[in-house]
């Protein structure tokens, strides 16, 4: 056994690593460029991956569904390490599958993935955590959560209960608009919507922070912002994320401190106390309110786009860091290192996003764009078909970039935009505002 695990970092520090990354999103182009860039990593494989991926040098697309678990393992035989992507695999059982075949994996498994999956689950671990986050109540009949509402007024925020792609929450601003979305939610969402979740409404600047844990030991990555709503301004509907930003200047060593200490940790705590191994990211949507940081919401995995922002800065070699989480070495290893200054990701959607949207738009200029310094550009929803670039999705591109300052990385990022063509293209020109106006105060 000993002797098996010599061999492996022996290997390793021959630039042997393996790494199978699941997904296809902007996020996990980033996760595998990032990993390429350690010395130690030989190749990467995306399953199913993207038009990114498969243009990168050292990764390979393997077309597979990311619900195709045996298949994955099957894939993943020789992988050193597999990289779960999306909440959805993570929610199945994706990571309970690979462990079972002893194959490293860093993911939380089915159990402990429904700290996204299941709002009503992930409310009541943090009521038992103690960790500060809105009120709020579970209902599943409807005539109940209606005469809730009725008593505790408006503003307040319905969330659908399962998985809704970031669709399933309502912040209603009055009475009506939250008796309606409660009735809406009952046949919307299907199984995702049969429990609602209802909340008080909180009001300050939203942080993510991502932290990665091996179970035992937890540390954040650098704080990002997401630009939720379509609109400049923050205006408009809601949708995966518009454009993020890394470092977040607002959030103070001492705030980073505190969340440490009164949120990441006593969540983890309450996992273990589960029998939860948790081996991957527990990413803390915070509010930053009058009363200090609150969780709005966990994920189970990297966020999309701050991932994409968050990248570029970390010096750390990725599949160093993930391993030692996937090993359970997470306290002996080094602390995280980060470049300094500033990272932008400003993201480019297919007109009609979040609505309806076309595809197939042939794109160009990706590559007079990364001629650019410091710049990235990450793909989400595009195809290489014999070899033109199509759009596929209706977050098309995460344009990336980074520099001493936010001035810098913000500038270059747009600049390596104003390269990048297709047909009803659109982004937001205000990414990062925030940090111009010196307050990330809405
Ligand atoms: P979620 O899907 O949980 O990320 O929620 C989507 C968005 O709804 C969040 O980014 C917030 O802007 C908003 N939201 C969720 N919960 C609350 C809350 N308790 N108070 C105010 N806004 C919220
Ligand atoms: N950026 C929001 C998310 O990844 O859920």
């Known amino acids: 056994m000993k002797q098996s695990l010599l061999v492996k970092l022996f290997e390793r520090s021959e630039g042997n690593v393996k790494v199978l990354v699941v997904g296809s999103g902007g996020r996990e182009h980033a996760l595998a460029w990032k990993l390429l860039q350690s010395d130690t990593v030989r190749q990467v494989i995306c399953v199913p991956g993207n038009g990114g991926t498969a243009r990168l040098a050292g990764c390979q697309n393997l077309p597979l569904s990311v619900d195709d678990f045996e298949e994955i393992a099957q894939a993943a035989q020789t992988a050193d390490l597999v990289v779960v992507g999306p909440e959805v695999p993570l929610a199945e059982g994706i990571v309970d599958h690979l462990r079972s075949k002893n194959i490293p994996a860093f993911g939380p498994t089915k159990a402990g993935a429904q700290i996204e999956a299941s709002k009503s689950w992930a409310k009541a671990l943090m009521q038992a955590a103690r960790v500060p986050t809105a009120k709020g109540a579970t ?10 509402i009725q008593d505790q007024g408006a503003p307040i925020v319905i969330k659908a209960n399962g998985l809704a792609a970031g669709k399933g929450v309502t912040v209603a601003t009055t009475v009506e608009q939250a008796l309606a979305a409660v009735a809406a939610a009952q046949g919307k969402f299907g199984a995702a919507g049969n429990q609602v979740l209802i909340e008080e409404c909180l009001t300050g600047p939203e942080v993510s922070v991502l932290a990665i844990t091996d179970g035992l030991t937890i540390r954040p990555l650098l704080p990002a912002q997401d630009h939720k709503r379509i609109g400049e301004g923050d205006t408009g509907e809601n949708t995966g994320g518009m454009g993020a930003y890394a470092p977040v200047p607002l959030v103070t060593a001492n705030q980073m401190a505190q969340i440490q200490q009164e949120i990441l940790e006593p969540v983890l705590k309450a996992l273990r106390s589960q029998q939860i191994d948790y081996r991957g990211v527990l990413y803390a949507g915070l509010m930053f309110t009058p009363a200090g940081p609150k969780v709005i919401e966990f994920n189970c995995r990297f966020g999309d786009p701050e991932t994409q922002a968050i990248l570029p800065l970390l010096e750390t070699p990725l599949d160093s860091l993930l391993l030692a989480c996937v090993e359970q070495r997470l306290a ?44 990235a550009v990450f793909q989400a929803g595009t195809q290489l078909q014999e070899q033109k670039l199509l759009t596929e999705g209706g977050r098309v591109l995460g344009v990336t970039a980074w520099g001493e300052d936010f001035d810098q990385a913000l500038a270059q990022a747009y600049a390596a935009i104003d390269c990048i063509e297709f047909n009803g293209s659109y982004y937001r020109r205000d990414i990062g505002y925030r940090v111009r106006l010196g307050t990330t105060t809405p």
Not at 353 to 375: H, M, R
Request: proline letters at 6%; aromatic letters at 12%.
């Open 332 to 375: 002996e290893f080094p602390a995280i290192a980060w470049k300094p200054g500033a990272s932008a990701c400003v993201v480019m959607a297919a007109a009609g996003y979040p609505g309806a949207y076309a595809k197939g738009e042939e794109i160009t200029g990706i590559d007079q764009a990364e001629q650019l310094a410091n710049v």
């Open 139 to 148: 209902f599943t009949n409807l005539e109940a959560a209606k005469a809730y």
